[in-house]
């Protein structure tokens, strides 16, 4: 099956300091979406991007789909920023995400 | 618009008993997957459901798990005799009717926290 694994597995900031998470697949994917997971357990869907680039506010994601990666970028990160990142794709069949073992960031004023 | 709901939100329950997780999807939403999360672990799956049927299960253990997306109300996780290696974070998603899986963003409930006592 699908493997997916994330880069790097723990990240300690200062507030307002930049950072770019990695996720890399095995195979070639539909579906890629990035959540964040905050400190009270909550999922949050932050991007839908099995290829190309979006962006919302201070954060960012691009995805290359040949080359089997995503980034999300965190500008002028804050503590509410705070959390586990996951990547996830979707299986071969399309009816289960996959996710990696997720980026936990940890921000301090 | 309400978002995906999931209750209770925390379950206790002592090893040997039932636990029962509910999931009430999005609005307009006829898609349901079940997820697990360990302690600091990932999210693994576990079922995907459409209404009255079950369409991948390959992620639920053999025996005493069971889920079911009935035609009215929620979709329903079921552990039977549950022991202390149930304790997880239990989580719902739902994603809209379509071709599920190659456009469809799912969308997660907050989880439901099982602990066995």
């Known amino acids: 099956g699908i493997q997916v694994e994330q880069s790097p597995p723990d990240l300690i900031l200062q507030e307002g300091a930049n950072s770019t998470l990695r996720c890399n697949f095995s195979?070639?994917?539909?579906?890629l979406q990035w959540f964040h997971q905050n400190p009270w357990g909550q999922l949050i869907n932050l991007f839908y991007?099995?290829?190309g680039t979006k962006q919302n506010g201070r954060l960012s994601a691009t995805t290359v789909a040949t080359e089997r990666y995503s980034l999300l970028y965190i500008s002028s990160s804050q503590t509410t920023d705070s959390g586990v990142y996951f990547c996830?794709?979707?299986?071969?069949?399309?009816?289960?995400?996959?996710f990696g073992k997720g980026t936990t960031l940890s921000v301090s004023s | 618009n309400a978002g995906v709901m999931q209750n209770p939100r925390h379950l206790v329950r002592r090893r040997g008993q039932e636990a029962r997780l509910r999931c009430s999807p999005m609005?307009?939403?006829?898609?349901v997957y079940w997820y697990r999360q360990l302690p600091e672990e990932g999210l693994k799956f576990m079922v995907y459901l459409q209404k009255e049927n079950i369409i991948d299960e390959s992620g639920m253990p053999k025996e005493r798990f069971s889920a079911e997306f009935p035609k009215e109300g929620p979709s329903i996780l079921r552990i039977q005799q549950v022991v202390r290696g149930d304790s997880a974070a239990y989580f719902c998603?739902?994603?809209?009717?379509?071709?599920?899986?190659?456009?469809?963003?799912?969308?997660f409930g907050p989880g439901t926290r099982l602990t066995v006592l």
């Open positions: 991007i099995p290829s």
């Open positions: 998603a739902s994603s809209p009717p379509g071709v599920a899986g190659f456009t469809d963003t799912q969308y």
């Open positions: 195979d070639s994917v539909n579906n």
């Open positions: 609005k307009g939403h006829s898609h």
């Open positions: 996830a794709v979707f299986n071969q069949a399309g009816t289960a995400l996959i």
